[in-house]
């Protein structure tokens, strides 16, 4: 077993290291040595420094530590991002000769033992999808941070000893079985359980007509696989889930935006829209809405089948919340409301129970239904049943249903300590959705100051959260964030909400406005 670095043996990489006892934030000490070496000549102008992956694992720390250290170096003006390449020492840095005396022009070639790095061509659509990647904002957080940017269940109440004991108990029960091929569909105890679970949103769907999946993010490439081909659009809500952003441009395919109101997407927008040939599917978030927090009205939601099943677009609704209403009462997903089989619905396990089970489902009847075993199969020929089985027993046992209780309870408590710590905290003019359930709200500041302008800050006061702009299907710029209270406890969320408060109104005065205004994706 490796020892932790001490201040005698720090973790070395590619001539840099960590004092892990330095008062020196790691960050700090990543970036105060490559400046070094690129002032001393010992990193030349248009050298590639290591990946941010890669040196984040050799010296042990969160890949956005390295991230925070490279963005400072580009604040000095010492290295340049290149989308899809990396990152490189500036070729414009003074001051630098080889050996010979000869400045180095900067080529832009990683030299290695004399020899040139080759760089592989890669598809044009995961170019882009790291150039997305890079965008997404990267702060290297305190200890004390508080994250109220995450959105997974807080590790402080996952029930792993009744889980393991599910584990245990089909690996008794079924032994070797669990580690051969499966059918594509998934384990057939777990959507029968999900059957009967469905049926308590009014949703009626046969076990068979259940594929399981890896997660929701498996179950929406799917979907988004089963009506489009590149080059297609989609409908999509304004904001919408982020990961859904980053699945369109894996898939080239293009979002059609439809603005919402406070009942839902809105039914005139999204008829125009689909009216259009090119716009294949519709994929929409009515309950617990992701970045939202709110849930679409019941006539809405009727008024939404109307117009698809006119246009004979299908629907993708993502239900990955629909376990965590905390109060008021239930409304039918849209599947329980289709009566024309147009309705595909995600659901997942990953909100409610955790994350690393990795077990989602989607739900479908007809030629749907045909294409999506035909995919998951073609995808990744079976799934791992022993997660699956457990995950049945879990379920059938009652386990899953005293997690809900308790976890239901923690969100109801957690969102009024939110609101209350908003209402003390907040400039006055700033508005927040109030959920019903699941983790997440959506805060709009009052005035057009771009949220993220405030990440730095921020993250400096000690408190994450994530921009708007990242759920907006143009990145326009958004005077909004997400917030969540998946992973901060009541006396967390007053501490951070206070931080943040301090940093927005430092940041209040006037402002240029760019062609937008607060509140423009409704």
Not at 382 to 400: C, H, I, M, P, T
Request: proline share 7%; hydrophobic share 40%; glycine share 8%.
């Amino acid at each position: 077993m490796v020892s932790p670095p001490t201040k005698k043996d720090a973790v070395r990489s590619v001539g840099l290291s960590i004092d892990a006892v330095s008062d020196r934030p790691a960050y700090q000490q990543i970036a105060k040595q490559i400046k070094h070496a690129i002032e001393t000549g010992s990193r030349r102008p248009g050298e590639r420094l290591p990946a941010i992956r890669t040196l984040a694992k050799d010296l042990g720390v969160h890949r956005d530590t390295v991230a925070l250290a490279y963005e400072t170096l580009s604040e000095a003006g010492l290295v340049e991002a290149r989308v899809g390449a990396g990152t490189f020492v500036r070729s414009t840095v003074a001051g630098w000769a080889d050996a010979s005396g000869r400045a180095d022009e900067g080529t832009g070639e990683m030299r290695t033992n004399g020899s040139a790095e080759q760089e592989l061509a890669l598809a044009p659509q995961v170019e882009r999808l790291i150039a997305l990647d890079n965008m997404r904002p990267r702060y290297a957080p305190r200890e004390d941070t508080v994250a109220l940017h995450r959105l997974i269940p807080d590790p402080r109440f996952y029930p792993i000893d009744a889980f393991r004991e599910c584990v245990d108990a089909a690996l008794r029960e079924e032994g070797a079985a669990l580690f051969s091929y499966a059918s594509p569909e998934g384990d057939l105890d777990l959507r029968r359980a999900m059957s009967d679970r469905f049926r308590l949103f009014g949703i009626r769907y046969a076990p068979e007509e259940h594929v399981l999946c890896h997660g929701a993010s498996q179950g929406i490439s799917l979907a988004l696989r089963l009506f489009t081909q590149a080059g297609d659009q989609v409908a999509v809500e304004v904001p919408t889930y982020a990961n859904v952003l980053s699945a369109f441009t894996g898939l080239g395919l293009t979002p059609a935006p439809i603005p919402m109101d406070d009942e839902g997407a809105d039914p005139d927008a999204l008829d125009r829209i689909l009216a259009k040939p090119e716009v294949k599917a519709f994929y929409t978030i009515p309950s617990f809405h992701n970045p939202l927090g709110t849930s679409t009205s019941l006539a809405r939601r009727k008024e939404i089948l109307r117009v698809a099943e006119r246009h004979g677009v299908p629907i993708i609704e993502d239900g990955f919340e629909l376990d965590l209403r905390f109060q008021g009462p239930e409304l039918p997903p849209l599947a329980a409301l289709d009566e024309s089989g147009i309705v595909v619905l995600l659901f997942s396990f990953s909100k409610s129970l955790f994350p690393g089970v990795r077990v989602g489902s989607l739900s479908a009847r007809g030629r749907a239904l045909e294409g999506l075993v035909s995919l998951k199969h073609a995808t990744d020929l079976s799934d791992a049943l022993l997660l699956q089985s457990a995950l049945a027993r879990f379920v059938k046992s009652g386990e899953y249903d005293r997690h809900l209780v308790k976890i239901r309870k923690v969100l109801r408590s957690r969102h009024r300590a939110m609101d209350e710590a908003l209402t003390a905290s907040m400039p006055g003019g700033t508005t927040w959705t109030k959920p019903d359930g699941g983790y997440q709200l959506w805060l709009e500041l009052p005035d057009a100051v771009d949220t993220r302008d405030l990440l730095a800050e921020a993250a400096r006061a000690g408190v994450l959260y994530s921009p708007g702009t990242m759920f907006m299907p143009d990145a326009r710029p958004s005077s909004a964030m997400r917030l969540t209270v998946a992973c901060a406890d009541e006396k967390e969320i007053a501490r951070g909400v206070a931080a943040l408060g301090e940093v927005v109104e430092s940041a209040r005065g006037p402002r240029t406005h760019s062609g937008w205004t607060p509140g423009d994706h409704l």
